[in-house]
């Protein structure tokens, strides 16, 4: 399904919610409309901006779409006529809902989607007296919307495989991963854990075992972490061993008929109760303001999002796959046969995620840029990867950054390479990092000494005649070069 032509979405109920699927829409570039009768909602929304747009970019290793246009509109019916994706999130009752249908479906485009929010709601209840039920799907976020990738799709007992497959194709397209629910049930399928737990964590406030605090602890310091990376299943096919799945339940199985639930129960939320959980929850995070805990709930989502995208696992692996869908990784530019000046290895923007506190690139980022370029050269004389898995490979010996001037987000850099000097052993080689596409001021520079190991020796040995080979023309051309003054400089040299 091409999406390339569903750019605009209006979002009705501009709310936690509401707010955050703005905020995804407009940082994926589409434009945006708002309703909501709340006359602070241009300042909720803003608020909810301010911190999507600080941290939904440091996920993307890829330049971030063009941010989209926000409009404020007076009507559903004005916010609705253009849009491709409408996303109702007004609050959870059923017949504020049916009227918020009502109106949209006078005004929309024919083909538009209507997602809903809804926590509780099936899809058949929300399409009751609806002129075009079909088009009404539930699309159940997760709170912060603008960083969390799952949805929960249901689209029901009628579903329509068009609507479906149009609804993920954009769902996708904003980097978010639908999960389809089959069955319409209340709830769908996240919210009955979430349910699970907080019925046990009440009785365990109510019974005088656990406090707030001592609650999020026996979460945030154990099984929350695993969950956050292998969820259940999987978690609990590692505690089964070899023995699997079977040998696990037939383990813990038992348990399940020793009182340790007291699922079904719910403790009565007596006044004194809520007053109880209030004062223990003041007690546990009552030095933050709402603004500050959300901002380090988002940090923290980033860390660790960034860190599964590392391991390309689980939520990290499908922001890897979003990155695929929005752009190539980094712009390399090609090499040409033009030795007589330095090679031309890379050309790409500064993405969000290199920059520091200080708003500048972050000094990790120059040593990454230089191994990219490194790489590259490495790539053209033969020795790259397909050379390490054949057991050799050159390995850096020693590295002198210069930083000459500060990079900012989303300027254009461009790095050259200068082979300096090649043995059978060494190559030295001297990196130019420079802002625009090459003719721009000198950010950094860096000397570089590589090695050619014979990495199961995890010695230093004569590189072959075919790497070599490749290696020499360009060295010797490279000779000829004006050699850059900042080529052995000490540290602390004026
Ligand atoms: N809060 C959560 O964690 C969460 C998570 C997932 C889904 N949801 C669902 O999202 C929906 C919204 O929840 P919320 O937490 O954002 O509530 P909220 O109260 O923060 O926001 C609802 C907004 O809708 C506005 N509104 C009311 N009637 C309206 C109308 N007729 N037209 C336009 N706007 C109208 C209100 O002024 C308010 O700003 C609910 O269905 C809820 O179940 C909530």
């Not at 929005?326 to 007589?340: A, C, H, K, M, W």
Request: hydrophobic residues 45%; charged residues 20%.
């Amino acid at each position: 399904v091409s999406v390339a032509h569903t750019r605009s979405a209006a979002i009705i109920g501009g709310g936690v919610i509401g707010g955050g699927w703005a905020a995804r829409f407009l940082l994926s570039g589409w434009n945006v409309t708002i309703v909501d009768p709340d006359p602070q909602v241009q300042q909720k929304v803003a608020e909810v901006l301010d911190n999507a747009r600080r941290s939904l970019p440091l996920l993307a290793d890829v330049a971030m779409p063009v941010e989209g246009s926000l409009h404020y509109m007076d009507s559903v019916a004005a916010a609705v006529v253009d849009a491709d994706w409408i996303q109702e999130s007004v609050p959870e009752r059923l017949a504020d809902k049916h009227k918020v249908y009502a109106i949209i479906q006078q005004h929309a485009k024919p083909d538009a989607i209507i997602g809903s929010s809804t926590s509780g709601y099936t899809p058949s209840q929300l399409r009751e007296g609806a002129t075009f039920p079909e088009r009404i799907v539930v699309a159940h976020p997760f709170n912060p919307v603008y960083l969390l990738p799952l949805i929960e799709l249901v689209a029901g007992d009628k579903a329509d495989a068009e609507v479906v497959n149009a609804a993920q194709a954009i769902l996708l397209s904003i980097g978010m991963r639908p999960l389809l629910v089959r069955a319409e049930i209340d709830a769908h399928i996240a919210d009955r854990f979430l349910e699970a737990v907080w019925r046990e964590a009440l009785w365990l406030i109510k019974d005088g075992i656990a406090t707030t605090a001592e609650i999020d602890d026996a979460i945030r310091f154990g099984f929350g972490l695993r969950w956050a990376q292998m969820g259940l299943f999987e978690t609990c096919r590692i505690a089964g061993g070899e023995a699997g799945m079977a040998h696990f339940i037939a383990q813990f199985g038992p348990c399940l008929s020793s009182p340790w639930t007291k699922l079904m129960d719910v403790p009565e939320l007596t006044g004194e109760l809520v007053e109880q959980i209030s004062r223990q929850s003041d007690q546990q995070s009552g030095q933050y303001s709402i603004r500050e805990l959300e901002r380090i709930r988002d940090d923290n989502l980033v860390g660790i999002l960034r860190a599964l995208k590392t391991q390309d696992w689980g939520a990290g692996r499908f922001l890897r796959e979003h990155d695929e869908r929005l752009g190539s990784r980094l712009e390399v530019g090609s090499p040409t046969d033009d030795y007589n000046k330095p090679l031309r290895l890379f050309s790409g923007h500064v993405l969000p995620a290199w920059i520091d506190y200080n708003g500048h690139m972050t000094e990790a980022q120059y040593l990454s840029l230089c191994s990219t370029l490194s790489d590259k050269l490495l790539d053209m004389i033969g020795a790259g990867l397909d050379y390490v898995a054949a057991g050799y490979s050159y390995y850096t010996a020693e590295t002198h950054i210069m930083h000459r001037d500060e990079a900012k987000s989303g300027e254009t850099l461009s790095g050259t390479t200068q082979v300096l000097a090649l043995d059978n052993k060494r190559l030295h080689i001297f990196h130019v990092i420079r802002a625009g596409q090459g003719d721009g001021r000198v950010v950094a520079t860096a000397e570089q000494m590589l090695l050619h190991v014979d990495v199961a020796a995890g010695k230093a040995c004569d590189a072959p005649a075919s790497v070599l080979s490749r290696a020499r023309p360009i060295a010797e051309a490279h000779a000829r070069l004006v050699r850059p003054a900042a080529v052995g400089r000490a540290v602390g040299q004026r």
